[in-house]
């Protein structure tokens, strides 16, 4: 390790590997800080995305374990709704294999990597960036023109900015079990307040007789008591020694912030590029890293590191993913509002073929929101129900029950 590098990224997460990745491709030289000593580890994710976000990875498909080509949809009350088609909407994945595939990428690039390397904070110097970093104990210093944090959910340097926040998060839980799926090329995504509050839970096949299965909640059940009571609902999955591991985190959706400063970065979950529907950050991570990495290098070409040059990245992320995060954001706090009462009458709404056919063409976990405008048209009883003053879902909501047009 240097004393000196034009760049220090916090975190080996696919966000900060493909910083690393672009920037030392560039000619500059770049310290990626992994503060485990197994790249990958600990599993923090679900393990899918879709296929747009392996060619932004720039990984193979060795690391897919299985092709998802729809989904289950189950209600409360259990009933089942059927979604998808022929086409591969989704990827399972080996997170683990992404990870260090990505940071692999990175010293191919001519990045240094440094396992369990920890930031702790920056001190300012003459225009540059001190990195204090703790590895095995020992404490040290490098001097950096730009730090980048890429160091998830409980950013130490989006702490640094004093722009971290604990609002808006998702609290889950998951395990990897060994059992049989019930359609092997479909996620199971349970809707129910009871099991799941102000989120959802997922059963995702992979290619091996083993499934991810997980729950997350958002208002206040601790991710344990929302697991167990998941459990009791899925019990033919949990049985004996079926459970191979256990794996759980904090999901910080996304919402307003300020991810730059004079010198410094914030990008991934450090950044809260996560997707407010469905809490996957790998996709929106690496839209915010490709951004990054550009603004990065013109910065480092140009040596102008102020906050007013660093936060073309903002507004360049923002222009290419804004208006889906906002609306995203949208769709998220209406369906926090919504009772199980409500979910039954919207999944019932959402049986039928135009539906599925309109789910099935425009379905994309990346885009969630495109699909919505397509079944306000097709199902008109759904405008009154969706175009509501978003700012204040719940008091709508109890002015509106599901029984109020006589529908079940």
């Known amino acids: 390790m240097k004393q000196c590098y034009d760049a220090v990224v916090a975190g080996a997460g696919p966000a900060g590997s493909a910083v690393a990745r672009d920037i030392a491709g560039h000619g500059f030289s770049v310290l990626l800080l992994e503060e485990h000593s197994v790249i990958g580890q600990p599993l923090h994710c679900s393990g899918l995305v879709t296929p747009r976000t392996l060619a932004l990875a720039k990984v193979s498909k060795q690391i897919v374990q299985n092709e998802i080509r729809g989904a289950i949809i189950q209600s409360p009350l259990g009933k089942q709704l059927p979604i998808g088609g022929n086409k591969v909407y989704a990827l399972a994945i080996d997170r683990v294999l992404l990870d260090q595939a990505m940071a692999s990428q990175a010293q191919e690039m001519g990045a240094e990597l440094l396992l369990e390397a920890k930031f702790l904070r920056l001190e300012r110097e003459g225009g540059l960036v001190k990195a204090c970093i703790e590895r095995r104990g020992q404490r040290t210093r490098v001097l950096t023109k730009l730090l980048i944090g890429a160091d998830g959910a409980q950013s130490n340097v989006a702490k640094q900015l004093g722009v971290h926040r604990l609002d808006r998060t998702v609290l889950g839980l998951a395990a990897e079990v060994r059992a049989k799926a019930r359609v092997r090329d479909r996620v199971t995504v349970l809707v129910d307040k ?133 609306r995203g954001a949208d769709l998220r706090r209406l369906f926090a509002a919504l009772s199980n009462s409500h979910l039954e009458w919207l999944l019932a709404r959402l049986r039928g073929e135009r539906p599925a056919k309109l789910i099935n063409r425009y379905g994309d976990i990346d885009f969630p929101s495109h699909l919505l405008g397509e079944l306000l048209k097709a199902v008109p009883s759904l405008t009154a129900f969706v175009r509501v003053p978003l700012r204040f879902p719940g008091a709508w909501l109890r002015r509106r029950s599901p029984q109020d047009d006589g529908s079940s």
């Open 194 to 326: 009871e099991v799941a509050p102000g989120w959802f839970a997922w059963v995702i096949p992979l290619d091996d007789g083993r499934l991810r299965i997980g729950t997350g909640t958002a208002n206040g059940l601790k991710p344990i008591d929302s697991f167990r009571r998941l459990c009791a609902r899925l019990p033919e999955y949990f049985r004996g020694d079926a459970v191979l591991g256990l794996a759980g985190g904090r999901i910080p959706l996304w919402s307003p912030m300020r991810p730059y400063s004079e010198n410094v970065l914030l990008v991934g979950d450090a950044a809260r590029q996560v997707k407010p529907t469905t809490g996957g950050g790998v996709f929106m991570g690496l839209v915010g890293a490709t951004h990054a990495a550009r603004v990065a290098v013109e910065a480092l070409q140009r040596e102008d590191f102020s906050a007013a040059f660093l936060g073309r990245y903002q507004k360049a992320f923002m222009a290419e993913a804004g208006d889906e995060l906002k």
